[in-house]
Every structure is written in structure tokens, then in C-alpha cells.
């Protein structure tokens, strides 16, 4: 307990300080208005929170590791993570670090923590595709481009206040829940750790919009979901890997459908940014219909669209958490997901908005 208490008043006190001593360092740290498409403010904003909680993190571990001796992935992890974090806080600072870049170097750490961790994704309950998991040149292409997906989800979904820092949480107690129910100690301390570590930076920053999570944080979070999902499937085989696609749903169908319409739909570069997330359509369509008038009327705008986002989501983490190892009910509730969020995105797209999302 107090590793976690650890975890979240250094990652609070940190992005505290960051916010506090802005005018110090946000001609290097800050986002601008004006600097992009996705853009929903009006005030130069840091950019760097994800230090806060990679901060925290490494303040709740040193002090678990002091008392008790924990599997290697207790230390090897944020090692792994400090890679993607970094890549990602150099583009936050100097907004010039180019998306292959950034990827490829998600993919070195990913390389690192699966050969060191051994990490691997050996079943996907599919038939026939399992067989070809067993082949080691196969699984472990389908282990990285899997573990460097997922990192980037998180940033893909990283546009409104509280959006990915929120999922992240989510995903990671879904994780903490799976190591308590199978006796998993390591998978419950990291998981929580990190649930503790993003709700320090979250309460100080939802719903006011201080400061970003940046792709530092988004990286970082990502990352650390994705090693722990994949270290959870190999731990326990008695786990569907259908539990982690669902606690990581969103995220996932997310980065799809966005790959899909750029790329096929709008014959445009896959990694363009736009304004057609399903986030974005939420925040302009039905929350800020009119021109903003002030930084106050745009953080209100900003914060109410993240709950939408929230809901959808859940819909997914509650029958992963009750029906965890059984697959074909997981292939349901998934395939059920991706029609409501394509229903979803379809309706407020062709400005056919249900009235119960209107509710404001």
C-alpha cells in the first residue's frame, strides 16, 4: 500500500510543480493553439505529463523493491518503458521527431522487453492461426507489431482531457483484477501502480485541462498495458487472449478504423492527422457546435466529451472481466462492439445524431 500511496503523490506532486512553473519552461514544453488540426484549446498548454507519472512509477517501485524481491519484470519494465516515454517527451519538447521515427524506436523497446521477458503471443483461439504461433519467426513479428500497435493506440486516442489517461486506468484495473482472481502478485502490484501513478496526474488535471499527457505519457501508458496484457496470456494460459482485446477495445478499433479511413477511405497517408476520430465528432458535433469564446467555455466542452468515451468503453470491460476464459462469449461481446461503434460513428458523421447523446 504504501508503494501505491508512493506512486500517486509523487506522480501528483510532479505534475503539480510542472503546472505551478509553467511560465519557467513552456516556450519548450507548451502546445500552442494554433500548432495543429486537433487542437482544442486556446492557451499554450505543457505537453509533458507523462514524467509526472513515469516519475511515480519509479518512486512506488524503488520503494516495493526495498522490502520485498519481485519477479524481474518489476524492474525490467520500467526500463523497457523509459524507451517509448523518452522518444515521446523529445517529440512533446521539440515537435519535429517524425511518426516512423517514433515508432520504430516503440518497436526497439518492444524487441527489448520481449526478448528479455520472454515475451511472446502464443494463442490467439483462432483456428489453425495457433498452430502458426508455435513457429517462433511468426510469433514474435505478431508479439511486436502487437505490443507497438497498442502503445500507439493509446496515442491515438490521446485528443481530449482525461480520454486515454481514463481508458488507461480502466485497462490496467481489469489487468490488477485478473492478477488478484489467478494469484498473480507481480501482475497486480504493476498493474495498480500504474492506476495509481495516471490518478495522480489525472485528478490535478480533469477536468481543467492543465496539462497534457503528451505522447510521452501516451506512449508510456500504452506500453506498460501492452507488455502487462501479453505477460498475462503467457503467465496464464487458463486466460483467454480475447480479454485483452477487450479491455484494449477501444483503443484498438480505434487506430483500425483511423488506418482504415485514411489510408483506403481517403486515399491519404495512414499517420495524416485529421479531425474525424470518433472523439473529435463527439467534442464538434454534439458538445461545441459554435465558435469557442472563451478558454473556460472550451474546457467545459472538452471535459464532457471524455465520458461519452468512457461509456463506450465499458462496454466492452464488463463481460472481459466476467467471462475472462471463455472465448467464443468474449468473439460476441467484441464483434457487438465493433458494430455499435461503427452504428455510432456512422450516425454522427452523417449528422444523424441519436437525441440521448444530446442530452446536454
Not at 511486436?144 to 482531457?161: E, K, P, Q, R
Not at 480502466?170 to 498473480?184: I, K
Amino acid at each position: 500500500m504504501a508503494s501505491l500511496i508512493t506512486a500517486f503523490l509523487c506522480s501528483l506532486l510532479i505534475t503539480f510543480l510542472i503546472i505551478h512553473f509553467r511560465h519557467v519552461h513552456e516556450n519548450h514544453t507548451g502546445d500552442v493553439s494554433d500548432s495543429g488540426i486537433q487542437k482544442f484549446h486556446l492557451n499554450t498548454i505543457p505537453r509533458i505529463g507523462g514524467l509526472g507519472i513515469f516519475i511515480g512509477l519509479i518512486a512506488g517501485i524503488s520503494l516495493r523493491l526495498q522490502s520485498v524481491s519481485l519477479d524481474p519484470i518489476a524492474w525490467l519494465l520500467p526500463l523497457f518503458a523509459f524507451i517509448p516515454l523518452s522518444i515521446g517527451l523529445s517529440e512533446d519538447i521539440t515537435k519535429k521527431i517524425g511518426v516512423r521515427l517514433r515508432l520504430s524506436t516503440v518497436l526497439i523497446a518492444a524487441l527489448l522487453a520481449s526478448h528479455y521477458l520472454d515475451l511472446r503471443i502464443s494463442k490467439v483461439d483462432i483456428i489453425g492461426f495457433d498452430y502458426l504461433l508455435a513457429i517462433p519467426v511468426v510469433a514474435i513479428p505478431i508479439t511486436l507489431f502487437a505490443i507497438t500497435g497498442l502503445t500507439n493506440a493509446y496515442n491515438i486516442i490521446d485528443g481530449l482531457n482525461g480520454l486515454s489517461s481514463m481508458v488507461g486506468m480502466l485497462a490496467a484495473s481489469c489487468l490488477a483484477y485478473l492478477g488478484y482472481l489467478l494469484g498473480d502478485a507481480v501482475l497486480l502490484f504493476l498493474s495498480l501502480m500504474l492506476v495509481a501513478a495516471i490518478l495522480g496526474f489525472f485528478i490535478i488535471n480533469y477536468p481543467r485541462g492543465l496539462i497534457f499527457l503528451g505522447d510521452g505519457g501516451a506512449y508510456l501508458i500504452g506500453f506498460w498495458i501492452s507488455i502487462l496484457s501479453i505477460w498475462l496470456t503467457r503467465q496464464h494460459p487458463e486466460v483467454s487472449p480475447w480479454f485483452v482485446l477487450l479491455i484494449n477495445a477501444y483503443p484498438i478499433t480505434e487506430t483500425l478504423f483511423t488506418i482504415y479511413r485514411r489510408s483506403i477511405f481517403r486515399k491519404s497517408h495512414a499517420m495524416s492527422a485529421d479531425r474525424l476520430h470518433l472523439h473529435s465528432l463527439i467534442y464538434r458535433r454534439i458538445l461545441h457546435t459554435s465558435t469557442p469564446k472563451t478558454e473556460m467555455e472550451l474546457v467545459n466542452a472538452n471535459a464532457r466529451t471524455a465520458p461519452y468515451l468512457w461509456i463506450l468503453n465499458s462496454v466492452t470491460l464488463v463481460p472481459a472481466l466476467l467471462w475472462w476464459d471463455e472465448t467464443a462469449v468474449l468473439v460476441v461481446f467484441f464483434i457487438l462492439y465493433c458494430m455499435i461503434y461503427l452504428w455510432l460513428y456512422t450516425r454522427i458523421i452523417s449528422f444523424r445524431i441519436p437525441k440521448w447523446l444530446s442530452w446536454n
